[in-house]
């Protein structure tokens, strides 16, 4: 296993455009996790999946985003119609249980121009 | 105020010099990490604690869980420690860590 692993690293667009990230996690991981980290401050949670259930999700997730996690493996975050403020670095993590400990991916570079 | 707090925000330091990065919180905890980022971006965890003392090779973690604090610890650094430095809570009955705004640690060889 190569641990957590997220696509594309960087991704520029244009605002307005929909964009979509995926995070493969660590095989056995059965907890998924988004975070967004704009410059200068540290990361902040989005959104939260145990095998394929969303169960929790942030205020900071507005409408424009959504996330999946078919069959429990992969994950997908998409932000729709996106506004230069969704420029950030989208991070995504995965644990088999939270007092084990995480593994972070390296991360998507978002830039909305 | 933030639930965790971290300082100091920079620190620039001589190789070989020892070097402290402090963590506060407000919460009850069931864990704290201390991570670090690199330029590229990328997470890497160093450690989790949830009391007493860590050591992995010249880094060394602190909690000390009555004062709600935490110190990371670098000995004999070099340049190669250069990154940002974050710590991060594990609140009781929660999956979800919270951060602090990292310090950003550079070494002049």
């Known amino acids: 296993d190569t641990g957590v692993s997220q696509n594309p690293r960087h991704k520029i667009t244009k605002r307005g455009q929909n964009v979509t990230f995926r995070c493969d996690p660590i095989?056995?991981?059965?907890?998924l996790y988004w975070y967004r980290q704009t410059l200068g401050q540290g990361p902040e949670f989005l959104t939260y999946f145990q095998n394929e259930a969303q169960l929790e999700k942030s205020r900071l997730l507005s409408d424009r985003f959504s996330a999946e996690r078919p069959k429990g493996s992969f994950s997908t975050l998409e932000i729709q119609r996106t506004e230069q403020g969704d420029s950030a670095m989208y991070l995504c993590a995965s644990s088999l249980e939270s007092l084990i400990g995480y593994t972070f991916g390296s991360g998507t570079r978002l830039t909305v121009v | 105020k933030n639930e965790v707090e971290q300082s100091p925000q920079n620190l620039t330091a001589q190789e070989g010099e020892f070097i402290t990065i402090n963590c506060s919180y407000s919460?009850?905890?069931?864990?704290l990490h201390w991570l670090q980022q690199h330029p590229g971006g990328g997470i890497v965890s160093l450690f989790m604690l949830s009391s007493g003392k860590k050591k992995h090779g010249r880094l060394i973690a602190t909690i000390n869980i009555q004062e709600k604090h935490s110190s990371l610890h670098i000995t004999a650094s070099h340049p190669r420690d250069s990154a940002v430095y974050i710590c991060a809570v594990l609140s009781f009955g929660n999956e979800k860590l919270t951060f602090g705004t990292g310090t950003r640690l550079t070494i002049i060889p």
């Open positions: 095989s056995e991981h059965n907890r």
């Open positions: 919460v009850g905890i069931s864990a």
